[in-house]
């Protein structure tokens, strides 16, 4: 079965600091792995997605996310956070075998000016 | 494009009603599925079929049927609604493969049971 963790429902970060939002998994054969932002009152945007390759991925505003295979995670990070990046993060994964999409719990990320 | 549309933006229903959410995308994707969306719950997918003709259940399906006639359309059917379906329902599409995969989402539809 797969599944998705995402540890913290709540990260505060100052406008101008480094941000990062952790996200793990598990699945039974190789991962694609995946971003998603959701504003107040929008569906989800698509940010990155880790399908092969280079472990370092880069998205939509800024953002990269690190594949780490022997420690199963996948966690989001901006190098210069942006007040208008506060938002809900979700992580999510598919197992290549499989076809269903399955998300994370979750992280808010505020940012303070 | 219109991309994914649900309908209707938000629906009350009263223990026991039925109703139907209706998924349409215009991009030709063979993936669609279902997710619910609660207050430290995240996303949890609910249905989700991979063709026309082929559905199959996610992580919570109890209380929810679905078929999929089309390539476009994706209904999300409530038999006998329950005040835990309260939740705001999302339909989501895409293709699915190393180069084109990314989830599609539609703007949502609030539904309260009471």
């Known amino acids: 079965a797969q599944s998705v963790a995402q540890p913290e429902d709540q990260v505060n970060v100052a406008e101008g600091n480094p941000l990062t939002v952790k996200c793990t998994y598990s699945v039974s054969g190789n991962p694609y792995l995946f971003w998603y932002v959701q504003y107040p009152n929008r569906g989800l945007q698509f940010l990155l997605k880790?399908?092969?390759?280079?472990?370092l991925v880069k998205g939509s505003y800024g953002f990269e996310a690190e594949f780490n295979k022997s420690q199963t995670s996948f966690h989001l990070k901006k190098p210069s956070a942006l007040v208008s990046d506060s938002a809900l993060y979700f992580c999510a994964v598919r197992d290549r075998s499989a076809s269903k999409i399955i998300f994370g719990s979750g992280t808010r990320l505020s940012i303070r000016p | 494009n219109a991309g994914v549309t649900q309908t209707p933006k938000f629906q009350v229903l009263k223990t026991g009603q039925s109703m139907t959410l209706q998924c349409a995308q215009d991009m030709n994707h063979e993936y669609m599925s279902w997710y619910r969306q609660d207050p430290g719950m995240g996303l949890r997918l609910i249905h989700y079929?991979?063709?026309?003709?082929?559905?199959d259940q996610g992580e919570v399906p109890n209380g929810y049927n679905v078929s999929r006639s089309t390539t476009e359309d994706f209904p999300l059917r409530l038999l006998s609604a329950a005040p835990s379906q309260t939740s705001v329902y999302f339909c989501a599409s895409s293709l699915q493969g190393p180069t084109n995969e990314k989830l599609f989402f539609g703007s949502g539809t609030q539904l309260s049971v009471l």
């Open positions: 079929s991979v063709g026309a003709g082929i559905t």
């Open positions: 880790y399908i092969t390759g280079d472990n």
